[in-house]
């Protein structure tokens, strides 16, 4: 009897709390197949907000940035994270301590900080505009890639690499061959991590974006006053699914994985 | 076509500040199994890690086969390391991982899939071409990795404590191993341990090192049997390392007692260091021994049993197939041929003794 009550009110409690994490997000998706602009009352089911949505240039605009700008800062990031992380990594226990500290600030950093602080930067060396907001996104995203990266440095073999020059291969080679294939699996999750934190971005992306352009978080901040319309639902429900999605695959990926290491470290001595 | 393959020519290597090896000579000659023995921090490793070109010598010279390679790449020089962790390369197979040397230098296919059955073969891993390393043991792994190393055809094959991860039995199986292929390859052998046992099992030749110095060069029975010097007495096996006086050739003053010994040309009363190595000691009726003490303990260890005795201060560990009553005094007789005397160093950094 009392384990009954006590399963029941663990169904309850895990029901009350995943009601509170999604129905907002429920509320929105529905919002966004509403035949009306009203938000209480239902109008019928529709398309319209999807079709208007892929007409609204300056909605398209905004994301056509927010993606480029996504896509380039987090291959920037990691093109310049990797090195960083395998040279940290090569330092001694000092350099290493003192470099991680440099690389853990910029993260815990309130975001207001670093804003105005690249802005003032900014002003004084180039246009605001695209390029300013791309190296500030760079700026911020390194961190996320050194940090993903840097465990799976730590638990690589080293001297995997002294076997390939070892047995033959240039330092080049070694690095491509043997290194970074071991590294994909953090050098992946260290992309998709800075691609997230740019998309999600608002507040360094408005202090330096200067006029002229917009990423979505900043188009929809502008549209506030006027009021948000029903597209914007629209967008938020196929962001949040593309969202679900990768996230699912990732998860599939990784979940796979883990049960292989399980299965091979039973077999291991 | 000189019998000498590899020369090390006073070789001098810091870390921090801190001497790693100091003028360092080494002599490598064609189909030979070296081993270099010493605890950890010795520069056995360094020694190894010079020769493969991992590391740079702060001064001194490399000469391969009369050439001289301190400043070429570990890629450019024909030697092969095995390391102590394996390091075969997990995102291939055990096939791939024994082709990666030769695919580098671009040998036909035809010529890598006979290397491989080859060297698998050699290796007794037969049949295990297809796995994925993770998926083997840590045997298994290390012959792979050996596997790896001898189908370039290195004239000169180092070991970096290949062994030290594996269980006491494997190891075992392991040196066996490593000796029949080092017999069917026919090339020289540079191996690194800190286990005695292995070294003494294994070697044409053991360098005992200790400090960046070699203690003591020469057959694992010289070694064993002559230890030089304390460090090296103490380091091979287990050894009563006493404080004595050369009376005169042929007589060793202990505890104050005159015992007969094989050694000469110490001069007279000259202050030395006497080794007696446990199983060498006899325990015998307190009248028959020259030194008489208390036993102390007795271990049974298997095939024989650990007896100390304590006499005049110092505890004598004998090993021995039959036990002694605890409590009761003894006495101890040692057979003059089983006694080695060893000079005493002039200081703590002179614990050197050289061949020459």
Same mark, same amino acid.
């Given at each position: ?61 905004? /994301? ?61 060396? /180039?246009? /605001? ?117 990768? /996230? ?22 | ?37 010493? =605890? ?49 390369? =997990? ?6 991982? $024994? ?46 990795? $050996?596997?790896? %190393? ?48 292995? %070294?003494?099992? !294994?070697?044409?030749? $053991? ?5 960046? $110095? ?15 010097? %304390? ?14 006086? !050369? ?23 000259? =202050? ?52 002694? =009553? ?15 005397? !060893? ?14």
């Amino acid at each position: 009897m009392v384990r009954k009550l006590k399963k029941a009110l663990s169904g309850i409690y895990v029901t009350l709390i995943g009601i509170l994490l999604y129905a907002p997000i429920l509320v929105l998706i529905i919002l966004s197949f509403n035949d009306s602009r009203s938000r209480v009352t239902w109008g019928g089911f529709t398309l319209d907000w999807y079709a208007r949505l892929f007409a609204n240039s300056q909605i398209m605009d905004a /994301l056509w940035t927010t993606v480029l700008l996504a896509l380039g800062s987090a291959v920037i990031s990691v093109l310049i994270g990797v090195p960083g992380a395998i040279g940290i990594h090569a330092m001694s226990r000092r350099g290493y301590r003192a470099f991680m500290l440099l690389t853990n600030i910029p993260m815990l950093n309130a975001d207001i900080v670093t804003g105005i602080a690249l802005m003032l930067w900014f002003v004084h060396f /180039l246009p /605001l505009g695209f390029g300013s907001v791309l190296l500030a996104h760079i700026t911020f995203n390194i961190p996320y890639v050194i940090l993903s990266v840097m465990p799976r440095l730590q638990t690589m073999n080293i001297s995997v690499y002294e076997a390939t020059r070892d047995l033959g291969a240039g330092p080049v080679y070694s690095f491509f061959k043997v290194l970074l294939p071991q590294m994909a699996g953090g050098i992946l999750s260290g992309f998709f991590m800075a691609f997230t934190m740019s998309m999600d971005d608002f507040v360094i992306t408005y202090f330096t974006k200067g006029a002229g352009i917009n990423t979505l978080s900043t188009m929809i901040y502008g549209q506030i006053r006027k009021g948000i319309k029903p597209e914007l639902y629209a967008l938020s429900t196929l962001i949040f699914i593309i969202v679900l999605i990768i /996230l699912t695959v990732f998860q599939f990926v990784s979940g796979r994985r883990e049960r292989n290491k399980t299965y091979k470290e039973r077999y291991n001595e | 076509m000189s019998d000498v393959i590899l020369q090390l020519d006073s070789i001098s290597k810091k870390f921090d500040g801190k001497d790693i090896l100091k003028d360092f000579n080494l002599e490598l000659h064609r189909n030979e199994f070296v081993t270099l023995l010493g =605890p950890s921090g010795c520069g056995k490793s360094t020694t190894l890690r010079i020769i493969g070109g991992f590391v740079k010598p702060d001064s001194g010279r490399v000469l391969f086969d009369g050439t001289d390679i301190t400043n070429l790449p570990p890629e450019k020089r024909n030697v092969n390391t095995v390391f102590q962790k394996y390091s075969l390369f =997990p995102h291939m197979t055990v096939a791939e991982n $024994i082709a990666f040397g030769l695919k580098l230098k671009k040998k036909s296919s035809k010529y890598i899939a006979d290397k491989i059955d080859y060297a698998l073969k050699l290796v007794n891993m037969e049949g295990y071409g297809g796995r994925n390393p993770e998926s083997l043991s840590g045997g298994q792994q290390q012959r792979v990795a $050996i596997a790896r %190393a001898i189908v370039n055809e290195p004239e000169i094959l180092l070991l970096d404590e290949p062994l030290g991860a594996l269980d006491l039995k494997l190891r075992h199986d392991m040196q066996r191993e490593l000796i029949k292929i080092k017999k069917e390859v026919g090339i020289t052998f540079l191996y690194v341990t800190h286990d005695q046992e292995e %070294a003494l099992m !294994m070697s044409d030749r $053991i360098l005992v090192m200790n400090k960046g $110095i070699i203690q003591q060069e020469g057959s694992s029975k010289s070694i064993y049997d002559e230890p030089q010097n %304390a460090f090296v007495a103490d380091f091979i096996g287990e050894s009563n390392i006493i404080d004595g006086i !050369m009376v005169k050739d042929l007589l060793v003053k202990i505890q104050g007692v005159d015992i007969p010994c094989v050694d000469t040309g110490f001069g007279t009363n000259t =202050p030395v260091d006497v080794v007696i190595r446990p199983e060498d000691l006899e325990v015998v009726s307190k009248e028959e021994g020259f030194l008489k003490g208390t036993v102390t303990s007795v271990i049974f260890k298997g095939a024989y049993y650990e007896i100390k005795v304590l006499s005049d201060g110092y505890e004598w560990m004998i090993q021995s197939v039959n036990p002694a =009553p605890v409590g009761e005094v003894v006495g101890l007789t040692v057979l003059p041929d089983n006694i080695q005397i !060893m000079h005493k160093p002039a200081s703590d950094d002179e614990e050197v003794v050289r061949d020459e």
